[in-house]
């Protein structure tokens, strides 16, 4: 259901990231696709980046980033989004079991994340699979196009 981000994912990845209702709850402002391109490639690079499918057809995303040393138990999931064609019918519920479910085979015991303080469903959603709000992280996020930042909620999911 989940695979690691090939090059030939590029079109899927940058129209969701790029995509005005995704956009502007994720990592990177608006861009063209030469200038997503290195970006892109520094995803793979670094083995982080997924696709979720379903019956073999993409329908969203997200990174997970292992921390190192005494932090190794602790991967940071971001960039989780799903293809809006496929928003309200549970693909973001089954692809947050999916990710815990992966977290814990390769021994992680605790998923953070952030989430902007305005993406309301996304912190439903994340509450909804288990994650606790556990502070908020104030002017975390500065959007370049608003000129504007915005605080994040800090959330985690405990591996038992």
């Not at 969701?16 to 209702?21: K, S």
């Not at 063209?32 to 329908?59: A, C, T």
């Not at 999916?98 to 952030?114: M, N, Q």
């Amino acid at each position: 259901m989940y695979r690691k981000a090939t090059e030939n994912d590029f079109e899927f990845i940058y129209a969701l990231f790029m995509h005005p209702t995704i956009n502007p709850h994720l990592l990177y402002e608006n861009m063209s696709e030469q200038d997503f391109k290195p970006i892109f490639e520094d995803l793979l690079n670094k083995e982080i980046l997924y696709v979720f499918e379903i019956e073999e057809k993409p329908v969203g995303m997200f990174k997970l980033i292992r921390h190192t040393y005494r932090s190794a138990h602790v991967a940071y999931l971001g960039s989780f989004a799903i293809h809006p064609n496929y928003i309200g019918n549970g693909f973001g519920t089954k692809m947050l079991k999916v990710i815990i479910a992966f977290a814990k085979d390769i021994g992680i015991k605790r998923l953070e994340l952030s989430a902007g303080v305005r993406n309301e469903k996304a912190i439903l959603l994340y509450e909804k699979c288990g994650f606790e709000k556990e502070g908020v992280l104030r002017n975390l996020t500065y959007f370049e196009s608003e000129k504007m930042f915005i605080d994040e909620v800090m959330m985690s999911y405990i591996i038992e």
